[in-house]
């Protein structure tokens, strides 16, 4: 196969010449580079170049162009070319526009106009785009098969599981003539759905998370039997934790139940983290932790319970939900929090079956005309309308206080006024979901007056609570369940019960020496993913001054 290509796509034949000489002269060894005058030339040559089986690495497209703008080449041009990482390139007037269009494709980098010197201003851009591209590769995907009930909550966590993990799936339900070829293949029948078919030919029924983890070539077992460091959560904070652990030469594991990314992985687009002006993902941000972290040497785990944790002596230990156990000189308590459960009749035996808690970006596609009602009133409940508005015929978010200022950022709230069909019902609950097989309708409560009304997805982000329940009565805990950490632990300047070393706990130090806490699950913790990251940062400098104290 020939040099794989990066394509640049510009009107302006100045600025054509120039960022493609800036490109050759970088990355002309290793990449072929492609300059277009328009978005319909440069369609017409990825659609010669998929003809002739060639790679496409990134694509650099102007946001201004006649005819066919920036935004809208690149929208076609991923059809063609998945795989391929996008940038756009913007004037500073336009980056206002830039950055709100960017909403609509999914866009790695926008880069301003002009970019010199180009060694700070184009070429550590290009860098991560090429990066990230080799780690992904442009090959044919083999794809997992989930065959399932379209209204079934085993089937949607196992879709759930997948996705969150960056695992390619190919969804088929059971009434499709398809499905029905693959069971009779796989010598099951409807009762065995969920059925989950490998690339390699494998078949599990009704897979558990840990099963399927193990066959599609996630790793659920540890490599070695003590590490320096476990990182119990996969979320900002544990991410965090593993790459400073890692990068600085400790020894360390992630420990995760589900997937990484915790709730913020889920997350449509964060707009207010540092350094992405444009926004990122939740899973374009996870994944790319995740790399930067096993890129460093630490092992991920997924699909492993922890279900206790016990000092022995100088050894801090984990065990899990099927009895096994994982040691180290240290923890960093990473587990992040979940969604509180939705009180209202019905929600129960509906919940994975039109009621959704979080966002459940696998749900999208069947949204389209949709009415999709959001109950909740902070940043993950307006991400999620702002997602789903681009499917669903109208999103409605239901909030329970009178606006949303107390607990959304301005910037998403402008963001949410902005787009039409986004509506907002403040002093409103739900009081009971009904539907046989699925949700059908929704009882909403306003102001005291009840009203049904019909609805097919219900997605919730009423608050969370802390991932603590398998902690014991050695690590203290505030009234909610959160973890007392530093000086929060000292009462009347007095150090915790059962405290065995002679000073205060550190600032993250839980009332178990050398077991830290980062994150959403820390009591008085910032509930936003710099602080997280950050914290999960901290913990790592002072398990290093934990360990030389000892």
């Known amino acids: 196969m020939s040099q794989p290509i990066l394509m640049t796509v510009d009107d302006d034949p100045a600025v054509s010449r120039s960022v493609a000489r800036d490109l050759r002269r970088r990355y002309g060894q290793d990449y072929r580079v492609i300059r277009a005058g328009s978005g319909a030339d440069a369609l017409d040559a990825l659609r010669e170049i998929k003809l002739r089986g060639d790679a496409v690495a990134a694509i650099l497209a102007d946001y201004r162009m006649p005819q066919m703008d920036g935004i809208a080449f690149l929208e076609q041009a991923m059809d063609l070319f998945p795989h391929a ?35 700070e201003k184009l070429y550590p851009v290009v860098d991560s785009l090429v990066d990230t591209w080799r780690a992904a590769g442009d090959r044919p995907t083999e794809e997992t098969k989930i065959i399932g009930h379209r209204w079934s909550s085993p089937s949607y966590a196992v879709r759930d599981f997948l996705a969150r993990n960056s695992v390619p799936y190919r969804w088929y339900s059971v009434e499709e003539p398809e499905a029905c070829r693959l069971l009779e293949a796989a010598e099951a029948t409807s009762d065995d759905i969920p059925v989950l078919i490998t690339p390699d030919g494998t078949v599990l029924r009704k897979p558990g998370g840990e099963e399927i983890a193990a066959a599609v070539g996630l790793s659920t077992r540890p490599a070695e039997e003590f590490y320096d460091l476990i990182v119990v959560g996969g979320g900002p904070a544990g991410l965090g934790a593993a790459v400073y652990g890692a990068s600085e030469g400790l020894r360390t594991v992630l420990v995760e139940r589900k997937a990484t990314g915790g709730q913020a992985g889920q997350s449509s687009r964060i707009e207010n983290y540092l350094g992405f002006p444009d926004g990122v993902s939740g899973a374009q941000l996870t994944d790319r932790a995740r790399r930067q972290a096993q890129k460093f040497g630490a092992e991920v785990l997924t699909a492993r319970d922890v279900v206790g944790l016990e000092a022995r002596g100088s050894a801090r230990v984990i065990k899990f939900g099927d009895g096994s156990e994982l040691a180290a000189h240290s923890v960093v308590l990473a587990s992040g929090v979940s969604y509180r459960s939705l009180q209202a009749a019905g929600v129960e035996g509906l919940t994975g079956r039109g009621v959704y808690y979080g966002s459940a970006a696998t749900e999208a596609p069947e949204c389209a005309g949709q009415h999709v009602y959001i109950v909740g009133g902070a ?31 301005h910037y998403l709230i402008e963001q949410l006024d902005a787009i039409g069909n986004v509506h907002v019902r403040t002093h409103t609950t739900v009081t009971e979901v009904h539907g046989e097989k699925h949700l059908e309708r929704l009882t909403l409560c306003e102001d005291g007056v009840e009203e049904t009304v019909d609805a097919s997805h219900l997605f919730v982000f009423i608050g969370a609570a802390p991932r603590t329940e398998w902690l014991g009565d050695e690590v203290v805990r505030d009234e909610f369940g959160f973890v007392c950490t530093g000086t929060d632990l000292l009462v009347e300047g007095q150090r915790p019960a059962g405290w065995p070393v002679d000073r205060d706990p550190h600032h993250l130090e839980s ?40």
């Not at 790695?108 to 002009?114: A, E, I, R, V």
């Not at 409940?381 to 499917?391: E, I, L, N, P």
């Open 85 to 119: 990482r996008r940038a756009l390139l913007t004037a500073y007037a336009d980056t206002d526009a830039a950055i709100q269009a960017i909403n609509v494709v999914d866009v790695d980098h926008y880069l301003l106009k002009p970019w010199d010197p180009p060694e």
């Open 511 to 550: 009332s178990i020496p050398g077991v830290f806490v980062a994150g959403d699950v820390r009591s008085q913790s910032v509930k936003r993913v710099a602080s997280a990251v950050g914290e999960g940062a901290m913990a790592v400098t002072l398990v290093h001054r934990y360990l030389e104290q000892r």
């Open 379 to 409: 940043n993950s409940a307006g991400q999620a309308a702002v997602f789903f508005s681009r499917y669903a015929s109208d999103v409605t978010i239901l909030v329970r206080g009178p606006s949303l200022r107390a607990s959304m950022s």
